[in-house]
């Protein structure tokens, strides 16, 4: 089970940090990652750390957000700075036990979370 919290609303410019707690899995994930969708749009992929690999991030997001695993614990962080409006969106935590090198695909991931909404307006 994975489940996210800090999404919330926020003025363009600023930032906001959320969180990815994963439980009952029987040992380490490998790869936990972040996506974020629109209504009506597809699921697009946003940051990934793999254990022991750099992170990998869009390019739309490159340079603003940052994502970090907590070492030895199935927890990832996404901080999300200079946030713009279109940066709005439901993000979603992902896991996958092993490392993939189609990281940046949702079909990769077997687990996912909830959701939290994102939305950068003024």
């Known amino acids: 089970q994975l489940v996210e919290s800090g999404g919330g609303w926020v003025q363009p410019g600023g930032s906001l940090r959320l969180s990815c707690a994963a439980s009952?899995?029987?040992?380490?994930?490998?790869?936990m990652a972040w996506f974020r969708q629109t209504p009506g749009g597809e699921r697009e992929f946003v940051a990934a750390?793999?254990?022991?690999?750099?992170?990998r991030y869009a390019d739309s997001v490159k340079g603003r957000f940052i994502i970090s695993r907590d070492a030895g614990k199935n927890t990832a962080t996404l901080r999300m700075n200079s946030l713009k409006p279109e940066d709005t969106a439901t993000y979603y935590c992902?896991?996958?036990?092993?490392?993939?090198?189609?990281?940046?695909?949702?079909?990769?991931?077997?687990?996912w979370g909830q959701g939290t909404q994102v939305t950068v307006s003024s």
């Open positions: 750390a793999g254990m022991g690999r750099a992170s």
């Open positions: 992902a896991a996958r036990t092993v490392w993939i090198t189609t990281y940046h695909k949702d079909a990769s991931y077997d687990h």
């Open positions: 009952g899995f029987a040992s380490y994930i490998s790869l």
